[in-house]
């Protein structure tokens, strides 16, 4: 089992924050874990059985800044996190003669433009702790609400990678290719889009502190990334089902 924190395109964000008039101050936000289903590497054909995990920042009133979920319309900013599972070739046949590959942390920032019925968002990040490369995403969704408890959403999500980045999770080395009984050549990954897909997330508000959510993700590899001999499948599907906690603090 692996534990994977916001896999694939999962997000922490915030939309900008308006002018309080409220003197408690109050943070809360949602936690989660739950079953998931994914490739057990970018480019693996098969799946792996784990554990998924949810974070998102619902209310915050401290002072004179204010965000609650009936406020996040319009143009917002705030941050970006994705966090990537590491890679050892040790655990995969197919990959024997690979160097292993140290989970990695991205941050960065997330603009984004909501509206009732749908949102837009523009994220840039860079691996602090892994990779040490640039990422950025784009995509959207539309949203529709059947019942005051249930929320669908569903939209595109196109992901770009720089050359590091490319290389870290596509490339084979010539030090990697003459230690590999499965690779016979190195290969150099190049800058550009990763990858390009969807994702369609239900939510059901069982109370107004416990929620389900399920998300389903599919990724197409592309470009230097479909083409990279590591890639069984350029065909990426991932399913997450997670109960989650809003938790508040009051000060």
Do not use: C
């Amino acid at each position: 089992m692996f534990l994977r924190i916001l896999t694939a395109t999962a997000l922490i964000t915030a939309p900008v924050f308006a002018a309080a008039q409220d003197a408690q101050n109050e943070v809360s936000f949602w936690l989660g874990l739950g079953p998931d289903l994914e490739p057990g590497y970018f480019g693996d054909a098969d799946q792996d059985a784990g554990v998924g995990f949810k974070f998102a920042i619902d209310t915050v009133k401290i002072g004179p800044i204010s965000r609650e979920p009936g406020q996040a319309t319009g143009l917002g900013f705030g941050p970006s996190v994705r966090y990537i599972t590491g890679r050892d070739a040790d655990d995969f046949e197919e990959l024997a003669g690979l160097a292993t590959i140290d989970p990695s942390l991205e941050l960065g920032g997330r603009v984004k433009y909501a509206a009732p019925s749908y949102e837009l968002f523009a994220s840039l990040r860079y691996g602090a702790v892994g990779h040490k490369s640039f990422v950025s995403e784009v995509g959207g969704d539309l949203i529709y609400r059947p019942t005051d408890n249930i929320r669908l959403s569903a939209g595109p999500r196109v992901l770009w990678g720089d050359e590091d980045y490319a290389n870290t999770y596509f490339g084979i080395s010539a030090d990697e290719a003459l230690a590999s009984t499965v690779f016979g050549d190195a290969f150099e990954a190049g800058s550009g889009m990763i990858s390009a897909g969807a994702e369609l997330e239900a939510v059901y508000e069982v109370s107004d502190n416990w929620q389900v959510v399920g998300t389903i993700t599919y990724d197409k590899l592309r470009g230097d990334a479909a083409d990279s001999p590591i890639s069984e499948s350029d065909e990426q599907i991932s399913t997450q089902i997670v109960l989650t906690r809003k938790i508040t603090f009051n000060f």
